[in-house]
């Protein structure tokens, strides 16, 4: 004897939408992948590299001289 098959529906980044607020997850090759939470370190860190990200990318370019 051998043990039913189960087909596995792959999911796009459209159902993944659709489905709304479902918690930490993500979308790996069409599996939804669940996430633990991050704690507050985690978010910290975070923090801190995406606003020196935003400084990084939003700061004016440097002025060229004219000769």
Known sequence: MTAPTQTETLLTGEDLLALGD???CEL???????MS???L???KYES???A???RCTS???PKSSAS
């Open 28 to 34: 790996v090759e069409g599996r939804l992948v669940k």
């Open 52 to 54: 020196s990200a935003r």
């Open 37 to 39: 939470p991050t704690r």
């Open 48 to 50: 801190t590299k995406f």
């Open 22 to 24: 479902i918690g930490p």
């Open 59 to 61: 700061s004016s370019p």
């Open 41 to 43: 370190v985690h978010g």
